[in-house]
């Protein structure tokens, strides 16, 4: 947090962030609850517009970013191809790449007060 602390100033009146879905503060799963609090910690810095991105799996290439290949998320990734526009949009895997874009129509778009993109939004929006 003292890194958005730090930010927080005429220059930066906007900040966008990726939590998860399924974010909640009072949630059972840590996970989720962890991401819940840093969302709600987040609310109360201050900057006039915030957008926070709650995507569902992220997927992609994550040796572009020094991360090993996930062998477990590949295999789910060419398993469901074939029928991934019937999974309903909101728990759909989602490129890391889609969700960058969309972040960024978000923060083009900004208005006043927090934005949480689904991951049906995003998938709009990052197009």
């Known amino acids: ?26 949630s059972a799963i840590f996970y989720n609850r962890v ?3 840093a969302e709600d910690a987040l609310k109360t810095l201050g900057y006039e517009s915030l957008v ?4 569902s ?7 572009a970013l020094g991360q090993p290949t996930r062998s477990g998320e590949l295999f789910a990734a060419r398993f469901f191809a074939p029928v991934m ?3 309903p949009a909101g ?8 969700v960058a874009k ?6 083009e778009q900004a208005t006043p007060g927090t934005r949480v993109l689904s991951s049906a939004e995003m998938q709009r929006l990052g197009r």
Do not use: H, Y
């Open 1 to 26: 947090m003292v890194c958005g602390m730090n930010l927080r100033t005429p220059l930066f009146a906007s900040l966008a962030v990726v939590s998860a879905l399924g974010a909640n503060a009072r």
């Open 35 to 37: 991401k819940g609090e």
């Open 52 to 55: 926070i991105a709650q995507p």
């Open 57 to 63: 799996l992220l997927i992609g290439d994550r040796t």
């Open 85 to 87: 526009s019937w999974i």
């Open 91 to 98: 728990v759909r895997p989602i490129e890391a790449a889609t």
């Open 102 to 107: 969309a972040m960024v129509a978000a923060l």
